[in-house]
């Protein structure tokens, strides 16, 4: 099992940019595919991006593709979200979650799998 930490959000105006860190304890992170989420009020939690255990490959939302990049260091047991050219819409709680590829396609493990969540707040 892992234990997911989110850090790195915050309030930032449309343009801006912040980069989320999401750190992991235990010493299996290397072996999980991770994956990044966000949920905004009154909305359905969304999927943002995905990143293989390797790092060899990633995956983003067409709504964040081109602005968002996500990374990992399994040295450090970390998973990084870089984002850019921020926009009001893409306000929201942002998750981690471990996870697993099945075929091309990400999956998150359950509720254990995933941290607490960080705010990001973009003004207009």
């Known amino acids: 099992q892992v234990q997911l930490v989110e850090s790195g959000g915050g309030l930032v105006q449309a343009g801006g940019s912040l980069r989320l860190s999401c750190a992991a304890s235990?010493?299996?992170?290397?072996?999980?595919?991770m994956g990044w989420f966000r949920q905004a009020p009154g909305k359905e939690r969304e999927f943002v991006a995905a990143?293989?255990?390797?790092?060899?490959?990633?995956y983003a939302a067409d709504s964040v593709k081109g602005r968002f990049t996500i990374s990992r260091d399994n040295a450090k047991n970390t998973v990084y979200l870089q984002m850019n050219s921020l926009k009001p819409e893409d306000t929201a709680v942002y998750y981690c979650?471990?996870?697993?590829?099945?075929?091309?396609?990400?999956?998150?493990?359950?509720?254990?799998?995933w941290g607490q969540g960080t705010q990001v707040t973009v003004s207009s």
């Open positions: 990143i293989r255990w390797s790092g060899s490959s990633t």
């Open positions: 235990g010493r299996t992170f290397s072996t999980y595919a």
């Open positions: 979650a471990a996870g697993y590829y099945s075929g091309s396609t990400y999956y998150p493990l359950g509720d254990a799998y």
